[in-house]
């Protein structure tokens, strides 16, 4: 169990410390789907909406705010023009 809150990889070679990034870059392509995120316009679900359009997913946020979500959209097309 401490091994795993130091971020040290576990058997697939992943720990606390791996980003979503490098759990995704296996290869995977979402191209044919779509994910709606909720709470997406910050934090773990802005970061979740971020690398599923890296990924080529179709990214629907769902939030309360609406400024927030469009910022969140704004930031996820600034590093990815295809999103």
């Known amino acids: 169990m401490l091994r795993l809150m130091t971020g040290k990889p576990g058997p697939r070679g992943f720990g606390s410390?791996?980003?979503?990034?490098?759990?995704t870059d296996q290869g995977i392509d979402a191209t044919n789907l779509t994910a709606m995120i909720t709470g997406g316009s910050s934090g773990i679900g802005m970061e979740t909406a971020r690398v599923l359009a890296l990924r080529?997913?179709?990214?629907?946020?769902?939030a309360r705010n609406i400024g927030a979500a469009n910022e969140a959209k704004r930031l996820i097309l600034k590093g990815n023009k295809n999103a």
């Open 56 to 62: 080529n997913a179709h990214v629907v946020i769902a």
């Open 17 to 23: 410390a791996s980003t979503a990034e490098q759990v």
